[in-house]
């Protein structure tokens, strides 16, 4: 069992930044270290989509509209993920999600992002 709360949500103006977080609780059997990590964002009446991705070994994948503005990091003496999102766009405007796979995946509740112009 693997739980996950995003923080780090809110209102920000385009062209600022925000930091997300997603700490996890882990139950005894499942390694934090070993798990893929990811963001997803959800907009209004859309899917939910890929931000970008961190593998246990620190491989970092990202959508075409974030490069060069996000960065994925992760901490696994913390059990923490992270999102640090830079030159914010309206269309940043989202709910996003903290993905892990750790033998099945796992999602926090989201945390929403407004970006305003």
């Known amino acids: 069992q693997v739980q996950l709360v995003e923080s780090g949500g809110g209102s920000e103006q385009a062209g600022g930044s925000l930091k997300l977080s997603c700490a996890a609780s882990?139950?005894?059997?499942?390694?934090?270290?070993?798990?893929?990590l990811g963001w997803y964002r959800q907009r209004p009446e859309e899917e939910r989509h890929l931000v970008s991705t961190?593998?246990?070994?620190?491989?970092?994948i990202y959508v075409d509209s974030v490069k060069g503005r996000f960065t994925i990091s992760r901490d696994n003496s913390k059990n923490t993920l992270y999102l640090q999102m830079n030159s914010l766009k309206t269309e940043d405007t989202a709910v996003y999600y903290c993905a892990a796979s750790c033998g099945k995946w796992y999602w926090g509740r989201g945390t929403q992002v407004t970006v305003s112009s």
């Open positions: 961190i593998s246990s070994v620190g491989t970092t």
């Open positions: 882990v139950a005894s059997g499942y390694i934090f270290s070993a798990c893929g």
